[in-house]
């Protein structure tokens, strides 16, 4: 028992008492620590046009008087020089929104903890992955005819004109893609199709059918999983009777 004393109690002199061993360790000061525990929704799903928001969940030490929170891309190449806006939505939790502007892959969050001298005492990183769905590439129909504009019932009326696709605000003929012409007889209400052809060079697209009363025809093109559908302006061609001898 004097033994077990002993260890415990090292020295006492001049009043003051000297702690050794496990009592040591529970009288130094901890340091100030900051922890990036959770980010939801992990990866960030981000859909055309739309806008997905992302939170961060942040634990700190009582002693931490700041916490600041920042995203970046992985890779350097597609740093922002504008920062992402980080908004606080409560005591170190914060939110980030992403929209399809944004880099898509691997991005990392940093969160840095100030003490009340307004000094860094901790950081920590996290990383998360960001996916952007692209959507649809805007498509046109241009240059759209039906000739000739005035045709005997019975004659052929031709149609030509281009589908074309917007690449980088540049717009481009795409090949190989099938429009139908659709037509709208005076004093009917409804479109019915009449002709189709598959897009050549620089999207050029030709096709005929024969004159049977007046009325509107126009060029569609329905898409696909890469191109959004598109609608020329209508073109009126006016059908007259046919000689009689």
């Known amino acids: 028992m004097k033994n077990i004393a002993v260890g415990i109690v090292s020295a006492l002199v001049g009043g003051t008492l000297l702690i050794s061993g496990a009592g040591a360790a529970s009288a130094t000061t901890k340091a100030p620590t900051v922890d990036i525990r959770d980010i939801s929704p992990n990866p960030v799903v981000v859909k055309a046009g739309s806008e997905t928001e992302a939170f961060f969940k942040v634990d700190a030490s009582s002693d931490v008087q700041k916490v600041q929170l920042s995203v970046e891309p992985v890779d350097p190449r ?53 996916e952007i769905e692209k959507g649809k590439a805007e498509t046109r129909i241009s240059r759209f005819s039906a000739d000739p504009s005035k045709v005997r019932k019975g004659r052929l009326i031709e149609f030509s004109g281009r589908l074309q696709v917007n690449d980088d605000d540049r717009w481009k003929g795409v090949r190989g893609e099938r429009v139908s012409i659709f037509y709208k007889a005076n004093g009917s209400s409804g479109w019915k199709w009449v002709a189709s052809d598959r897009t050549g060079w620089n999207g050029r697209f030709e096709a005929d059918t024969r004159a049977y009363k007046s009325g509107l025809f126009k060029a569609v093109y329905a898409g696909d999983d890469e191109l959004e559908g598109a609608t020329s302006g209508a073109d009126y061609v006016r059908v007259v009777p046919r000689w009689h001898r």
């Not at 005591?91 to 992403?98: D, I, N, Y």
């Not at 898509?104 to 969160?111: M, Y």
Request: charged share 35%; hydrophobic share 35%.
């Open 78 to 130: 597609y740093r922002t020089l504008r920062a992402k806006d980080v908004n606080k939505v409560e005591s170190w939790r914060f939110s980030v929104p992403f929209n399809e502007n944004d880099q898509d892959g691997k991005w990392k969050a940093t969160a840095q903890a100030y003490d009340k001298d307004g000094k860094v005492v901790d950081t920590d990183t996290a990383f998360f992955a960001v």
